[in-house]
C-alpha cells in the first residue's frame, strides 16, 4: 500500500495525536482540523481555493462544535472535488448516528470508540487499496 494523504476531523487532540502517530507508521502524511468549518477551509471549499490538496481519506468524527461531521459530510456530498473522497465516521455515538450516515454514498467505514488502533489501520489500508483499484481499473 502506497503512502496516502489522511485529513482527520475531530475535536479530541488526544484522538487526533493518536491517529497521527499511528497514520504516520505506515507511511501516510496526516493533516488535522478541529471541526467542520475548519477542514471545508483547509480543503479549499470554504472559501474557494481549487489549489488547495484534496486527501484521499478522511476520517470523520461527528460530535464537534461549529460544524459536526454530519454537517460537513453533507456539505462534501455537494462538492464535485471532494464528493468522492472516502469517508471513515470515527465517533462515540451508537446506532443512531450509524444510521444516519448509512445512506451517505462516500462513508467508507464506521467505528466506534474507543477504537483498536491496529484494526484501525488495518481498515484504512483496505480502503485506500480498494480506491486505488478504482482508480487504475
Do not use: W
Request: cysteine-free.
Amino acid at each position: 500500500m502506497s503512502p496516502a494523504a489522511i485529513m482527520v476531523v475531530d475535536d479530541e487532540p488526544d484522538i487526533v495525536t493518536l491517529l497521527k502517530f499511528a497514520l504516520e507508521q505506515d507511511g501516510h502524511v496526516v493533516s488535522d482540523a478541529g471541526n467542520g468549518q475548519i477542514a471545508l477551509e483547509r480543503l479549499g471549499l470554504e472559501p474557494v481555493n481549487t489549489s488547495a490538496p484534496l486527501p484521499d481519506l478522511i476520517v470523520l468524527d461527528i460530535m464537534m462544535p461549529v460544524m459536526d461531521g454530519y454537517q460537513l459530510n453533507m456539505r462534501l456530498q455537494t462538492e464535485p472535488r471532494a464528493k468522492d473522497i472516502p469517508i471513515l465516521v470515527l465517533t462515540a455515538k451508537g446506532q443512531k448516528m450509524r444510521d444516519l450516515f448509512e445512506m451517505a454514498p462516500n462513508v467508507a467505514a464506521y467505528v466506534q470508540k474507543p477504537f483498536d488502533p491496529k484494526m484501525l489501520r488495518e481498515l484504512i489500508g483496505g480502503i485506500l487499496s480498494s480506491r486505488g483499484e478504482k482508480k487504475n481499473g
